[in-house]
């Protein structure tokens, strides 16, 4: 039965449905809240929060509601800021920055926020389920999290991402299919090719690791729901149809941007944050493409883009604005996250009585 | 119900599992035989097969069975065979002939097969089913098909495709996600991503369109069926699955690779024929990938690298043949056809009933 399964109860949740952890505001503890409340699962985005926001964020989560929830964090990696930038690259967001109206050149100051103090917070809070993406966890965390009963998932976008997971101690795997908006959860190197499909992906890591499986990329309605399951997940994480929902805090022209694509409009890119991502296509995009092996890695261009979303936000100019979304957002529907979980569940059981 | 559907009803097959056309001696007339008499549909992939070759193989199909069968063929585009290759093109695939220990510069007097006198016996010989890729047929063709009561499939990859598909007047649109093996289907022009998951490809075609979708891509057994007709499609097309069966014509070597591989070995080239398609990465590819842009299109990178793919198989050399295959071809089984059919129609009806 899809319902009532592992990851359901070991979760807590009613629903095995989990809003993911978009990070960049969009995750607001109203739309966390809300997600949680109708019996699904809500994730705090948290990866470009400080330790005092996160802390702030979740104590407002418990304000609106007593069921579980998740908080999302990014594994850092090594960088170096001082590294300078290509200036190929550094022409071409200038270029922007004028366009924009905003100074050339800006200072940069803090690049990412410190790893440490982030996980201080989710454990001091004792959140009821971690995840993260990006890499591996050190394993003190992964012995503080378990000693604290914290349920933890770890992301990955190939088998071997699982099994190396998996061993690292996780309790679940999401596995994030190519279709997926965002950043791409990708850690291991040297492979061909780290894009494969939700229909491929989600029965090979069940396949091969003893835990249980939450599919993601591409699942926006009862429809992916029940295919995800018949895949062989446990649970399901819809990142880009919860991102229109009306709690969520993403730029209303960038929810306009979502709910307006079509399937072909997405691409992977590195542009915005020197990590792969999948959004909808724009002039950013665009500009930087030619650059892209000059990029600095994430942090560090996540870091010089900064100035320039923030504009582009306040601007109302979506050209320059990174605009995530997976492969299927023109199925987006802009509910309020109640109802859209009511429908979710609800459109699962029609196609699963419909499958008999 | 994922049997009784209309499309197994149009078709007159017992299960809407349907043998994708494999071009290049992978369908041999007792793979297709053998599917089409297990109650599936077995697909004669033709498209690089000259008329006569197309009539035997017919003629040979019906010898084994009296079932439904399919012939697929490529849309024919115009080439310019007397354009030059360019130099660093022309030199990457003469060193791989060098150590192939055959003649450079072979002399390519044949591009593709008149596809008029291909259209003729299919016509002739009323197969009950015509799938097609690469494009739209045009509407004489279409108009004598429809004539002799033959059932009409195009292929699309986009929504975009599928709409065009569908005002041609084909029966059915097959929907090939981003994992399927071999060649894209692709062919309408100026799209950021063509590349779109099985997971996000069907539903959205599925909602734009009024005739029946049938799904490929990364579907290797009773999970991937169930997951497809969740989405909404009313058959499904494997390719890859079908590939190691016993009967197929593909080289022992190519079946042995495509079994020992995993979800991260297969990617996007041009490099065998001018065209984007699937496949487990290899040396040849790898050579060729510097050049990408310089190779001439399709037919003639496909014509040009005839004699390279000849020898290759020959000599048992792998690396330089085209070895396509979806990214879950590690699923795949080695099966007899017939035993094949039976282990998914088993496998869907257990998915199935485990939903609920």
């Known amino acids: 039965m899809w319902k009532a399964n592992p990851i359901a109860s070991r979760l807590q949740v009613k629903w095995p449905i989990i809003q993911a952890g978009m990070a960049g505001g969009t995750t607001t503890p109203e739309l966390v809240a809300a997600v949680s409340a109708a019996g699904g699962l809500g994730t705090l985005g948290a990866g470009y929060m400080s330790a005092e926001q996160i802390r702030q964020a979740i104590r407002a989560i418990r304000e609106l509601t007593d069921k579980p929830f998740a908080v999302n964090l990014f594994i850092p990696e090594e960088f170096d800021g001082e590294q300078p930038v290509a200036s190929t690259v550094a022409i071409a967001m200038n270029d922007v920055r004028e366009r924009l109206g905003i100074p050339a050149d800006p200072a940069v100051t803090r690049y990412a926020e410190p790893f440490a ?22 394993p003190r965390w992964m012995a503080e999290l378990k000693q604290r009963g914290v349920t933890v998932v770890g992301t990955a976008t190939t088998v071997r991402e699982a099994v190396a997971l998996e061993a690292s101690g996780v309790d ?6 190519s279709e997926a908006g965002g950043h791409r959860g990708s850690f291991l190197p040297d492979s061909p090719s780290n894009l494969v499909g939700t229909m491929a992906l989600v029965p090979q890591i069940v396949d091969r690791v003893n835990i249980p499986v939450i599919a ?4 926006m309605d009862g429809r992916g729901i029940a295919a995800a399951f ?10 880009t149809a919860f991102l229109t929902c009306v709690e969520s805090g993403a730029h209303p022209e960038y929810k306009r941007a979502v709910r307006e694509t079509n399937d072909e409009a997405t691409v992977i890119t590195r542009a915005f944050s020197g990590k792969s991502a999948r959004g909808i296509e724009n002039e950013f995009m665009t500009l930087l ?13 996540n870091a010089l883009t900064r100035d320039i979303r923030t504009a582009a936000a306040k601007q109302n100019r979506t050209e320059y604005l990174s605009l995530w979304a997976g492969q299927a957002a023109f199925l987006s529907r802009g509910l309020r996250a109640e109802e859209l979980v009511a429908k979710l569940v609800e459109e699962t059981e029609r196609v699963v009585s419909g499958l008999r």
Chains 1, 2 share one sequence.
Request: glycine share 10%.
């Open 117 to 138: 103090e982030q996980m201080a917070v989710v454990i001091e809070e004792q959140v009821p389920v971690f995840s993260f993406t990006f890499g591996m966890l050190e």
């Open 289 to 301: 493409a030619p650059h892209d092996s000059e990029l600095p890695p994430y942090p560090v261009q």
């Open 230 to 239: 018949a895949l062989g997940a446990q649970a399901v994480q819809l990142g």
């Open 216 to 219: 993601a990329g591409g699942i």
């Open 172 to 177: 679940m795997i999401a596995a994030q299919g």
